[in-house]
């Protein structure tokens, strides 16, 4: 069984950065392809970032590009988001999951991760 658990949301400004940090425990994290997915209300959860083992691989939404990167670090068994100018439309509970399979490419969609996060709210807001 894999445990996450995210930190580091918050109330901000548009323009302004969050980290958010997911710490792993009761499995193999250096083994695991990771990924961020968020949800607003009344719409579907969806990919914002994914990672592979070592972190070498990232596939960014068309949304986040450029504004938010996700990196890893192994030894702490933690998985980060950086989030830079933020946009209100960023508002939405933010999940970390784990591709515990690890076969094939990063996923990205939600059924290709089995273990998630309960969240971490991120409102961004004038």
């Known amino acids: 069984q894999v445990q996450l658990v995210e930190s580091g949301g918050g109330l901000v400004q548009p323009g302004d950065s969050l980290r958010l940090s997911c710490v792993a425990s009761?499995?193999?994290?250096?083994?695991?392809?990771m990924g961020w997915f968020r949800q607003a209300p009344g719409k579907e959860r969806e990919l914002v970032a994914a990672?592979?083992?070592?972190?070498?691989?990232?596939y960014y939404s068309d949304s986040v590009k450029g504004r938010f990167a996700i990196s890893r670090d192994n030894a702490k068994n933690t998985l980060y988001l950086q989030m830079n100018s933020l946009k209100p439309e960023d508002t939405a509970v933010y999940y970390c999951a784990a591709d515990t399979a690890s076969i094939g490419p990063l996923k990205t969609r939600a059924p290709g991760y089995d273990y998630w996060g309960q969240g971490t709210q991120v409102t961004v807001s004038s």
């Open positions: 009761g499995g193999t994290f250096s083994t695991h392809p």
């Open positions: 990672c592979s083992q070592t972190g070498l691989t990232t």
